[in-house]
């Protein structure tokens, strides 16, 4: 454990000893990051942290700044990949911070809430407008940074405000919805990894609860059918190409089934790599750079990466 790592821990343990246990911080040590990622990839992390609240998540941000230690957000970890050396440095936990709630047509989430929960719970409500959202395996704060969507839905559609961290200045901040500037998978937030998405109000309408039900049972059928949720793996691996689908350009490239160690091009989605055991980063790396070697030469056409390396 290094002196940093230590010096943290103290700050924790001192820090839980004066609080009530619905705003405590656990922590871990030498947690492999692939027991925090959909994709089951990557090596040991030195800390990791898990705030049980807005304030205490703001409270460690804050340490963690001033101290000048390396650290990084992850939600349910879905769309990331770690180095198979690990990470050098703290990842701070979302899951901690699972709040969620309505208020006439407004669904409010804190940041570690399954955005699969979030459709939910807005269909109980007879709430309609997150169905794109049910099955998408991220948290909502990895939602909107990502400004996640599926079948011609995204978070850009339903997000009215979030309240945010500014760890440059301390405060926090609310941003209202045009000031996200969100894009094709693409958010103030993740342009900007100094503010940190606490909570999420998102403007709904009112619907007739069965339909929306079945409109989100469809849309999880087809993603049974279409996707290989039976394996790991970090979801959709690059993002679409303008006026093309990337996993039909893909499949036509002769890819699918191409398997590197671990990691292979799924059989039955061309867009996905998934993990048939024991895959590496480094499988994953390579493979990735193979299929946008492949695209670019036989289309001329440059695939972007969808997936976020951490390093």
């Known amino acids: 454990m290094t002196e940093q790592i230590s010096a943290l821990v103290t700050f924790i343990e001192d820090y839980n000893k004066n609080k009530i246990v619905d705003d405590i911080i656990k922590y871990k040590i ?8 959909t994709f089951k990839i990557g090596g040991k992390i030195d800390a990791v942290i898990y705030p049980s609240s807005k304030k205490s998540m703001c409270d460690v941000l804050s340490y963690l700044e001033e101290n000048k230690i390396k650290h990084l957000m992850l939600g349910r970890g879905s769309n990331v990949l770690f180095e198979d050396n690990g990470y050098s440095g703290v990842v701070v936990s979302a899951y901690g911070l699972s709040e969620i709630k309505t208020e006439g047509e407004y669904l409010i989430a804190e940041c570690g809430v ?7 719970a807005a269909q109980k409500a007879s709430l309609e ?5 049910y099955g998408i395996p991220g948290s909502c704060g990895g939602a909107v940074v990502m400004n996640a969507g599926a079948y011609g839905g995204s978070m850009s559609d339903v997000i009215e405000s979030t309240l945010c961290y500014d760890c440059e200045s301390g405060k926090l901040i609310e941003i209202s919805a045009d000031e996200h500037k969100f894009g094709y998978r693409e958010s103030i937030y993740h342009s900007n990894p100094k503010l940190v998405m606490l909570e999420a109000k998102m403007k709904l309408k009112f619907g007739d609860s069965d339909a929306i039900y079945a409109k989100m049972n469809e849309y999880m059928q087809r993603r049974t059918q279409k996707q290989p949720l039976e394996y790991p793996s970090a979801g959709s691996v690059f993002k679409r190409y303008p006026g093309y689908y990337t996993a039909e350009l893909i499949d036509n490239a002769g890819l699918k089934g191409m398997r590197i160690g671990g990691a292979e091009v799924s059989e039955k989605h061309a867009g996905f790599i998934i993990n048939k055991g024991g895959a590496t980063a480094e499988d994953v790396k390579q493979l990735i750079k193979l299929i946008q070697d492949r695209i670019k030469r036989m289309y001329d056409i440059e695939i972007e990466r969808e997936v976020i390396y951490i390093e």
Not at 31 to 36: G, T
Not at 114 to 120: F, N, R, S, V, Y
Not at 129 to 133: C, D, L, N, Q, S
């Open 114 to 120: 399954p955005i699969t929960l979030c459709a939910a």
């Open 30 to 37: 030498d947690l492999k990051a692939s027991e925090l990622t």
């Open 129 to 133: 407008g997150m169905e794109f959202a």
